[in-house]
Structure formats: C-alpha cells, structure tokens
C-alpha cells in the first residue's frame, strides 16, 4: 500500500498505447483489428463534437493544448510551442492538412539515418489505407466571398508567376466555421477523434483520457507496462505484453528520459517548424472570419522549406498575434479587423532544439537557432511580404513588436536589413525527430522497428520517431509511419495475452 494513494491499482493487457493523435491512434486500430486487447491512455480530456461547439475558442485552448497553446522553447529569442493534449492529439486542433511525404524526402532520410524500408513504395499501401479512412479533399474557396483571405494569397502569386495550390484536407462536409485550431464545432475535420479512434473502439480498445504516464516500467531490457494516474490522482500499474509509445515530441522523449530508456540521446535533436506570422491590411473588407484555415497554400518555395498560407482570425487570435505591441496600436488593429488577414510563414529549421524531463514532470526546451536559420526567417518574412503586397496589401505587421508597420517592398528590404535573431516573435507547432529513427551509430534512438535500442517490449509511433524534418505538415508522414511500424510488430507475431 502507498501511504496516501491508497493501494495501488493494476490493469492487465495485451497491448498499452500512450498517447492518442496521429501515431497512438493508428496503433490502436490497426492492433485492435488484428485481435490485441488494446488500452490507450490519454493525458488530456475527451472532448465531443457539442463541447467542442459550446465552448468558446478561448475556452478550448485552455483545455485542449499543453499549457494553453503556450509551452516555451528557451533560446534567442524564446518560441512559443503549442500541440494538442487530449483525446486524438493535435488532429484535434490541427488545420487538417494530409500531405504525403515527398520521395526525395523518403530516400534522403533513409541515406541519413542508415534504415531502409520507409522509402515511398513502402509507405504508399499505407497512405493510401490512410486516405481510404479519412476521406482528403481538395479543399475549395467555398461560396459566395468566403475565404477572401486564401483567395487574395493565390491572386498575388498568380500576378507574381508562382505556384499555390489548394489544400488537400481530411475534412467532411465543411462548413467553414473559422475554428479548426481550437476542436471542429461540426465534426468536419476528420480528427482522430472521429475516425480513427472509434472504429478502435468498435473493436474493442479501451480509451482512458485524463491519465497522465509517469514513468515505462522495465527491468532494465524488457518494458511491462507504465505507471500512471487518473483523474482522482490515483496511481495504477498498467501491465502488458508491448507498448507503444506515442506521446508526442515533447511528451515522448521526456517519459523515455524519465523512464530511463536511452535518456542521453532521446530528446537531444528535436526538430522544428518555425511559423512567422504577418498581419496585412487591405484596401477592401476581407472578413478572414468568415471561412477556414487556409484553402490555398504558396508552394513556389516548397524546396526550400518555405511555405505560405492564411491563419485562422478571431479577435482573439489577433490580438494574441499583437500582444508585444501597445494597447493604443492594438485597438487600431481591432478598428481595422474587418480589412485584415494573418497570414502564417512557415519555415524548416536547420538548428535543432532539445528537450528535458524535469522533477515533478515538467519538462525544459532550449533551441540552438542558427545564423543560417535567421538568415531563412529574412528570407521568408521577404517572399511573404512580396506576396502580399502583390494580393493588394497596404500595410503589413512584422512578427517583432518593435518593428513599424510596411506598406512597400523597400521598407520590407529596410527591415530585413536591420532586424536581428532576438526580435522575432515566433510560433511552431510542428516538432518532430526527438526519438529518431537510424542506425545507432548514426545517433538514433530507434532501430527500424520503431524500438529504442537496448529494449524490447516497447515501440515509438508518433512524430518523434521520424528521422528529421518532413518540410510539410506532418500528420501523413507520421501516420504512414506508425502504420508500417505497427505492420511489422503484428507481422512478427509477438504472443498476445
């Protein structure tokens, strides 16, 4: 017995996922289709499709994303981070993009780490299971003026010659409601929350929300299962055969450090997505409100890691993009809400972050920006401001709070001349490559089936297991991976319970 938890509970089966977005659930149902008694913990709520609605935007960053939205990574300057936490992960409040994984980038990955089997042949019957599940589409502009703020990005870069090209998205029926970052109010999104995880439901996995892991139980090679506490605080020892970890790049690498498990090079090299945002003000109503995250995307600078595409709006939103600024400057911005759109930069980071377990479970991100990432975040700010200003812009908002607002391309090349690594104020919310997969004399942290090294019992599943930077929203890749990986454990048929 523990003194002040009572006796310790124990829950016994087949197979234990920690961690439920685009890799836990994949695992999920594809091991409750082949017969494994399967359970999921979740560390955040379980939120349905009428809470989701009934809440306020506000309300469901709060409650859906680890530390509201706002976990920092520590460095010049200091990011802001945001991922999901809660049943289906950032799927939940995530725009919905399904991109597959370049071949280039497959076989450019598979040079690197040393492992093979991941290449685009290898993943194709998987992202096409994927799609079968989740139904992509071409997203379109919508009727009537709807998304004013994606179709003025692509007739700046048709006047510019460059390439854009609508989203394909994992969306059913949308009805363009302007919340897809803080939970679907129609069920559109086909999140895992309403795909993948109930059909693993219908056969039979348990999903438990609200249950944080504290630490993988081992004996020093084979892992049997984890320790955790539910909603009242008490603790139970859940006890299985495999387990497959999916809690996320920051989540994973920290309970493997806390767990022991390759603790010196799990969460050393986390790789980012850094998002720039920019506000631009145009002649004409815009009304970014009304419509859904990005129904068209800059591609012409694809190669080099660089993309663009309108944000969601809200007043929120928008004042939260202005918080560094003064009050007497944001209330002019509101005045102006109807003529703006935010419009979000995306940029692949060469310079890598780590991350720390702490005491009491916290965990400490540091990122290393590189001057060669400075010089891509001038470079980014400078082709998305060109863009805009080709759409019609008259006035664009850096991200530094410091900076004036610029209305021609000479002001822009002014800033860009003058700013300095300290002043961005950046966003990601793309990590991944904490517990990569390679060869372990390459650094990896995983071997080609997912298993840190020196383990067995215990399989990675989610973006932390990719072997670097995909350069496109993430979620296909992670989700082809976490299928082969999956594929291969139930192939090599391991005993069940």
């Known amino acids: ?188 999104k086909q999140s895992m929350a309403v795909s993948y995880l109930p059909r693993a439901e219908a056969l039979g996995a348990h999903i438990r929300p609200d249950t944080r892991v504290l630490r993988l139980l081992h004996d020093g090679r084979t892992v049997h299962g984890a320790l955790a506490t539910g909603p009242d605080g008490a603790r139970t020892e859940y006890r299985a055969r495999s387990v497959f970890l999916a809690a996320g790049p920051l989540g994973t690498p920290g309970l493997l450090q806390r767990s022991r498990i390759q603790q010196r090079r799990a969460g050393r090299d986390l790789a980012l997505h850094i998002n720039l945002r920019t506000v631009a003000r145009f002649p004409e109503r815009v009304a970014a409100h009304d419509g859904t995250i990005f129904t068209a995307q800059l591609k012409e600078f694809g190669d080099r890691g660089i993309l663009v595409m309108p944000s969601n709006v809200s007043r929120g939103a928008l004042a939260a993009a202005l918080a560094g600024r003064n009050p007497a400057e944001v209330t002019q911005y509101l005045d102006d809400y109807d003529r703006l759109g935010v419009y ?62 610029l209305s021609t391309m000479a002001e822009v090349e002014e800033f860009c001349r003058r700013v300095r690594p300290g002043d961005w104020e950046l966003v990601s919310v793309h990590g991944m490559a904490s517990a990569r997969m390679a060869q372990a004399e390459r650094g990896g942290v995983c071997d080609e089936r997912g298993r840190p090294y020196g383990f067995e019992g215990l399989r990675v599943c989610d973006a932390s297991v990719l072997p670097g930077v995909t350069g496109i929203s993430p979620q296909g890749t992670i989700m082809a991976f976490a299928h082969e990986i999956t594929a291969r454990f139930i192939e090599d048929g391991e005993p069940t319970a």
């Open 344 to 405: 979000t930069t995306q940029v692949r980071l060469h310079g890598t972050a780590t991350v720390r377990a702490l005491p009491g479970g916290g965990l400490l991100l540091r990122h290393n920006m590189t001057a060669v990432d400075h010089g891509a975040l001038v470079e980014a700010f400078r082709i998305g401001s060109r863009l805009l200003l080709a759409a019609g812009a008259d006035q664009l908002t850096p991200p530094v709070s410091s900076a004036p607002p």
């Open 1 to 188: 017995m523990r003194r002040g938890f009572g006796r310790q509970r124990s829950v016994d089966t087949d197979v234990l996922v920690i961690g439920s977005g685009a890799g836990g659930s994949v695992a999920a149902l594809e091991l409750a289709a082949a017969g494994r008694q399967v359970t999921v913990l979740e560390e955040g709520p379980r939120a349905d499709i009428a809470a989701l609605a009934a809440a306020s935007p506000a309300e469901n960053m709060r409650n859906l994303y680890r530390n509201g939205g706002l976990t920092p990574v520590l460095g010049t300057p200091t990011i802001v981070y945001g991922e999901g936490r809660a049943v289906g992960g950032t799927t939940l409040v995530n725009g919905g993009l399904l991109w597959e994984p370049p071949p280039a980038l497959l076989a450019r990955w598979a040079a690197v780490s040393g492992i093979d089997g991941y290449r685009a042949a290898d993943l194709a019957p998987h992202l096409k299971t994927v799609s079968a599940r989740l139904g992509p589409i071409v997203q379109q502009h919508g009727d009537g003026g709807a998304n004013r703020d994606s179709r003025l990005l692509a007739v700046g870069a048709d006047r510019l010659g460059w390439r854009w090209q609508h989203a394909r998205r994992v969306v059913q029926g949308c009805l363009h409601r302007n919340r897809c970052t803080t939970g679907c109010p129609s069920g559109a």
